[in-house]
């Protein structure tokens, strides 16, 4: 089995949002995504992309991809965020994952970043496994802070 990593396309947006629905399902939130097709093809190939995302390929068909956007850190300057690392269910443990995440790690390098950054959900222990594995640090010590648009505009109506 060849696995092929190659920068996403346009057209590859709708493969890119089965995954993402596929991720939550098995996040245990299949309303959550709001994002859409059109959404992502706007955003991620527009005249000023919000993100860089990459396909993994096996037999002419998507069955991973891994969505990136820059970030600046304050203690470390340009960062790089890994907002999802997806593989579909009937890929995993074949090296579609590690393949994607290698990727993602040259890119960052060539993109002079000193860290790269993401989450995992405390209970998705074959994940957690598979990034210490690969020798990243899983911080037990933060927590992720979030505010949606309705908690938004809650705060500032706030006197």
């Known amino acids: 089995m060849e696995i092929i990593i190659r920068d996403a396309l346009r057209e590859d947006m709708t493969a890119v ?3 993402i629905t ?15 097709i059109g959404d992502l093809e706007r955003d991620g190939f527009g005249e000023h992309p919000l993100f860089h995302c990459f396909v993994a390929e096996i ?3 998507i069955a991973g991809i891994a969505l990136v956007y820059p970030r600046y850190s304050t203690w470390n300057g340009p960062v790089v965020h890994l907002e999802d690392l997806i593989v579909t ?8 994952g ?4 290698k990727r993602v790690m040259e890119y960052g390098l060539a993109q002079g970043v000193r860290r ?9 222990t ?3 496994r598979f990034y210490e594995n690969c020798g990243a640090t ?6 992720v802070v979030q505010m949606d648009a309705q908690a938004m505009e809650n705060y500032l109506k706030r006197k």
């Not at 590690?98 to 995440?101: F, M, Q, V």
């Not at 790269?116 to 998705?124: A, P, Q, R, S």
């Not at 899983?138 to 927590?143: E, G, V």
């Open 138 to 143: 899983i911080r037990k010590d933060w927590k």
């Open 126 to 128: 074959p994940a957690i």
């Open 22 to 36: 596929e991720l939550a399902v098995f996040e245990k939130e299949p309303d959550a995504v709001e994002v859409s």
């Open 17 to 19: 949002h089965r995954l």
């Open 116 to 124: 790269i950054g993401w989450e995992v959900l405390d209970w998705n």
């Open 59 to 61: 037999d002419n068909q």
């Open 98 to 101: 590690a393949s994607l995440l």
């Open 89 to 96: 269910q009937s890929m995993r443990g074949k090296g579609v």
